[in-house]
C-alpha cells in the first residue's frame, strides 16, 4: 500500500473518522473509569455510555434503552439468533436465507446442530429473498426469520418491510443483519417493522470490535429475562467505552451525512469512492 493507494473496500471496513478518534482518545486517556462504578470516574464514562446508546439509537429510530452494545456485528447476530431461540421455547423452527454472511449462516447452522429445525429460502435472479418461498417457509412453529439487510456481495437491499409482515402474519419475530446498511442506506426500526437488528461499528466509521444489537419491545421482556440482563450496558462485561463512544459520534456524522451519502453518484467523471486516509478529505461510503 502506497500513500496514493485507493481504498474500494468500505463493504469489508472503513477507516476509522477523523471526529470519531478524537472523541475516543480522551476516554482511552484520562476518562479511563468503568462505567459501573459509582464514583466520579465511573460516572463520567457511563455518561459517555449512554450519550452514545442515545445517539446510536436516533440513527435507526429507536429508544436508547432497546440498544445493546456488544463486540461488533457478528455478536449481535449471535445475541439476536440464539438469544430467540432461548426464549422462544414453544416455536423450534427457524427460517434465514441460503445466501447470508457467515456472522449469520454460523449461529444457524449451530442451533440446527442442536436440534432446531432451519430453512433456508432461494434467492430469485435479482438477488432477491424469494417472497413465495419465505411465505411458504414460515410456519406457526417459527420462532425468528434472519436475513441480511443490504447484501456485502451483491448490495441487493433486501425488501425487508414485506419480510417482517409475512413474519409477523405466523407469530414469528424478524431479525435484520444491517451491518452493510446502517450509516450508508436509510434505516429506520418502524419503517421495517423489525424486531431485531445488527450493527457493526467498522461499516460506518467507528473502529472494529464494537456493534449493537436493537432490541424491541415484542422481544425485550423475555430476552432480558432470559439473560438475566442489567441495564449496565454492554453484553454484562465492563463496557469497551472509547469504542462505543466512537461508535456514538460515527452514528451521529452517518445521521447528519445520510442524504448527502445516498445522493446519487456524479455521472462520467466521478470521485474516487474512497481514500486510504483516515484524515483527508471525507471517503464516499460504499453502496
Ligand atoms: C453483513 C455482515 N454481517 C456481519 C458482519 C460481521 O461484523 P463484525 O466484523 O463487526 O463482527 C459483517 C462483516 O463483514 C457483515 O458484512
Redesign the pocket.
Known amino acids: 500500500m502506497t500513500d496514493t493507494s485507493i481504498y474500494l473496500d468500505h463493504?469489508?471496513s472503513t477507516p476509522v473518522l477523523p471526529e470519531v478518534l478524537a472523541a475516543m482518545l480522551p476516554y482511552l486517556r484520562e476518562h479511563f473509569g468503568n462505567p459501573t462504578s459509582g464514583h466520579a470516574f465511573g460516572r463520567r464514562a457511563r455518561a459517555a455510555v449512554e450519550l452514545a446508546r442515545a445517539q446510536v439509537a436516533m440513527l435507526v429510530g429507536a429508544a436508547p434503552d432497546q440498544l445493546i452494545f456488544c463486540s461488533?456485528?457478528?455478536?449481535a447476530?449471535n445475541l439476536a439468533i440464539r438469544g430467540v431461540m432461548s426464549v422462544r421455547g414453544d416455536r423450534r423452527h427457524l427460517v434465514t436465507s441460503v445466501a447470508e454472511?457467515p456472522?449469520?449462516a454460523a449461529p444457524c447452522t449451530w442451533l440446527e446442530g442442536q436440534g432446531v429445525a432451519v430453512t433456508r429460502v432461494g434467492l430469485g435472479a435479482d438477488g432477491q429473498v424469494r417472497e413465495d418461498e419465505l411465505a411458504a417457509a414460515i410456519g406457526d412453529d417459527t420462532a425468528l426469520v434472519t436475513l441480511?439487510h443490504a447484501h456485502?456481495e451483491t448490495g441487493v437491499i433486501l425488501a425487508a418491510a414485506a419480510a417482517a409482515r409475512l413474519a409477523h402474519a405466523r407469530g414469528a419475530w424478524i431479525h435484520l443483519?444491517t451491518?452493510?446498511s446502517v450509516g450508508k442506506h436509510p434505516v429506520e426500526v418502524a419503517a421495517l417493522g423489525v424486531d431485531l437488528l445488527?450493527i457493526?461499528?467498522?461499516?460506518l466509521g467507528a473502529p472494529?470490535g464494537v456493534?449493537a444489537l436493537y432490541v424491541g419491545p415484542c422481544v425485550t421482556p423475555r430476552a432480558a429475562a432470559a439473560r438475566g440482563e442489567s441495564r449496565s450496558g454492554a453484553c454484562g462485561r465492563a463496557p469497551n467505552v472509547a469504542s462505543i463512544v466512537g461508535l456514538g459520534v460515527a452514528c451521529e456524522v452517518a445521521r447528519r451525512e445520510l442524504g448527502e451519502r445516498i445522493a446519487p453518484l456524479p455521472g462520467p467523471a466521478r470521485a474516487p469512492v474512497a481514500s486510504s486516509g483516515g484524515g483527508g478529505p471525507r471517503p464516499a461510503p460504499a453502496r
Open positions: 463493504n469489508a461488533g456485528g457478528t455478536e447476530n454472511h456472522a449469520t441480511i456485502n443483519d451491518a452493510q445488527s457493526a461499528g467498522h461499516k472494529k456493534g
